[in-house]
């Protein structure tokens, strides 16, 4: 069966995974980690050049339209665009990389989508205030939002807040794999609230400013269902809260404009509930998303925990459920993922059902495979029918969500270029085209050519393709 016509095949990136530094006049958190312990990251490989986007974008762009990428989901990074965090002063030489880029991806015949914020604090607004536990990064980042709209509102036609605000919580609040570093339940709280707040002051700033008709704003979410592991009640409870903690605390407010009362009641009870005014709340309320970007990855399956929550601990939001190795799974054993193709189904019945059948489209999908060099022929081609197996298995399954009736519009993979990926650095790619980082020689994988296919016939590809 064929997908919708118009549905958009693209890929995924960020600024700090594939720009590198080059000429940036400020630090976001990840850069000044890697200066200050490079021990933390995997083989000792930091972002100062990536996959050498900043220079290499022209002929980057080329390489994605061989492998019949038709759009860029990208982001802008902060710490590059914004001379004067407080002002909003744009940085002149950043300001027109973002140009000349946005019109080369034009002309290259690759959209645009692009993104504001991809775990990039900037380090002076972490070290000063405490990035997204204070409220005055929230209006400083309105700010920058609102320069990015004016200088590139002409030319993008998808906007989108936020990359998974989840994983900030994790990685920076909770279980330590990003800088601070920091392990405190109550404040990961407040921080999921001034993250909603932040992106419906964004939403709020491309109201006002945003003169093009065709453009959209959005943010974009790693999801699943939480599985419970059983049948049993306290699983199942376990379950409901997981959801509420890991999907519906961010999906709620940018579609419904509302967060989930359960939570909030829950919250409230255990006496962590976040600072918030009615004015904030009321914000949240009137600036819901246009489209919704959806990562997924691998399922969320829970069970209760071995310990109450009612015993006297720290608050976490796991108190209350316990992640649970599916037995038998088939799983990326490289990262550690099981391999569940049809949580894309559920979730797109969840979109359907759950959240107004709202537009949205998969913003990644991907598998990160170390050591592909094994895989490598005598002509120097990766041969990743791994990939090309995952991609076609999600595919198929997200394409009954679409004929059940689900708003689906496009498919994202993670990542066109092998790119950096944060403490892991290249320890896995994820490209269709493959980065030499000590060279920067790049060169499409099997994958590009299946995936190239798949766009040009806007149909699937059989998954054992062979190259002609």
């Not at 309320?285 to 209760?304: C, K, M, T």
């Not at 939001?317 to 569940?340: A, H, S």
């Amino acid at each position: 069966m064929p997908f919708p016509e118009g549905f958009v095949w693209g890929a995924a990136s960020s600024g700090p995974q594939s720009e590198g530094n080059f000429h940036k006049r400020h630090q976001n958190i990840f850069d000044y980690w890697y200066a200050t312990e490079p021990t933390a990251f995997y083989q000792e490989v930091g972002p100062d050049l990536t996959s050498n986007f900043y220079n290499d974008y022209t002929n980057d762009l080329k390489l994605m339209k061989k492998a019949g990428i038709k759009a860029l989901r990208l982001s802008i990074q902060w710490s590059r665009l914004i001379e004067n965090f407080e002002t909003g002063d744009v940085n002149q030489e950043g300001a027109v990389f973002y140009q000349k880029l946005f019109t080369a991806m034009k002309v290259a015949g690759v959209e645009p989508y692009v993104n504001l914020f991809h775990f990039d604090m900037p380090f002076e607004l972490q070290h000063q205030y405490g990035g997204w536990q204070s409220k005055h990064v929230v209006d400083l980042f309105e700010k920058y939002a609102q320069r990015a709209f004016e200088l590139y509102g002409g030319q993008i036609d998808h906007w989108f807040t936020f990359n998974e605000p989840k994983v900030i919580l994790d990685g920076q609040y909770l279980y330590q794999f990003h800088y601070p570093n920091i392990v405190d339940g109550p404040t990961a709280v407040q921080v999921a609230f001034d993250i909603n707040l932040a992106s419906a002051k964004a939403i709020a700033a491309f109201r006002k400013v945003n003169t093009n008709p065709n453009a959209t704003i959005g943010t974009i979410l790693n999801l699943t269902p939480a599985y419970a592991a059983s049948d049993d009640p306290r699983d199942q409870e376990a379950a409901r809260i997981a959801e509420l903690w890991s999907n519906d605390m961010f999906l709620q407010p940018a579609i419904q404009g509302k967060f989930p009362s359960a939570l909030v009641d829950l919250l409230k009870n255990d006496h962590v509930l976040w600072d918030a005014t009615e004015n904030e709340l009321a914000l949240i309320a009137s600036n819901q998303i246009d489209e919704l970007g959806v990562n997924y990855y691998h399922p969320f399956r829970v069970e209760a925990p071995d310990v109450s929550p009612k015993s006297l601990q720290d608050w976490m939001p796991d108190i209350y459920f316990k992640e649970y190795q599916l037995p038998g799974r088939i799983e990326n054993v490289d990262k550690g993922w099981e391999i569940y193709p049809k949580a894309l189904y559920d979730i797109a019945i969840s979109m359907r059902d759950r959240f107004g059948n709202i537009p949205w489209f998969v913003s990644e999908n991907g598998m990160g495979v170390s050591n592909e060099e094994r895989f490598l022929d005598d002509q120097g081609m990766v041969h990743d029918d791994y990939r090309i197996n995952f991609m076609h298995d999600h595919l198929a399954e997200l394409l009954k969500g679409i004929e059940a009736g689900s708003n689906c519009h496009g498919y994202f993979t993670w990542t066109a270029i092998d790119n950096w990926s944060w403490k892991n650095a290249y320890r896995n790619r994820y490209g269709l085209i493959r980065n030499e980082i000590h060279t920067q020689e790049k060169t499409l994988k099997k994958s590009a050519y299946w995936f190239n296919q798949l766009s040009r016939e806007n149909q699937l590809p059989p998954s054992n393709f062979e190259l002609n």
